[in-house]
C-alpha cells in the first residue's frame, strides 16, 4: 500500500505563489509517475501535471509557464510550485502516485487533497 499526504494549500491573490507539496509513504516502486490533478467544484477531475522518476515532465496548457513540478526520489515528495495564480486556478488538488504493474496494467494511489483559492 502507499500512502499519499499533501500540504501547501491555501488563499492567495490573484498574481501570487503557492507551493504544494506531497510525501509518498508505504511500497513505492522505484519506477513511477507522480502528477497532481485538480477538481474545481461542478468540474471532472484534470490533470495539472505529471512527473517520472526519471523526470521527465507533462503540464496541462492552462498552466504552463506557470505552474513546476519537481521531485525528490530519495526523499518520495512532490512539489508543484505555482506562480501567477488565476482565480480559474481554484480547485483542490490532489496529489497522485501511479504504478505501472505491467504494461496496460496501473494502479494509482490518491491523497487526500488540499485547497487551493485564488481571489480576484
Known amino acids: 500500500q502507499v500512502q499519499l499526504v499533501e500540504s501547501g494549500g491555501g488563499l492567495v491573490q490573484a498574481g501570487g505563489s503557492l507551493r504544494l507539496s506531497c510525501a509518498a509513504s508505504?511500497?513505492?516502486?522505484?519506477?513511477?509517475?507522480m502528477s497532481w490533478y485538480r477538481q474545481a467544484p461542478g468540474k471532472q477531475r484534470e490533470l495539472v501535471a505529471a512527473?517520472?522518476?526519471?523526470?521527465?515532465?507533462n503540464y496541462a496548457d492552462s498552466v504552463k509557464g506557470r505552474f513546476t513540478i519537481s521531485r525528490d526520489n530519495a526523499k518520495n515528495t512532490v512539489q508543484l510550485q505555482m506562480n501567477s495564480l488565476k482565480p480559474e486556478d481554484t480547485a483542490v488538488y490532489y496529489c497522485?502516485?501511479?504504478?505501472?504493474?505491467?504494461?496496460?496494467?496501473?494502479?494509482?494511489?490518491w491523497g487526500q487533497g488540499t485547497q487551493v483559492t485564488v481571489s480576484s
Open positions: 508505504g511500497s513505492i516502486f522505484a519506477i513511477n509517475t
Open positions: 512527473i517520472t522518476s526519471s523526470d521527465s515532465t
Open positions: 497522485n502516485l501511479r504504478h505501472t504493474i505491467r504494461p496496460g496494467r496501473d494502479r494509482y494511489y
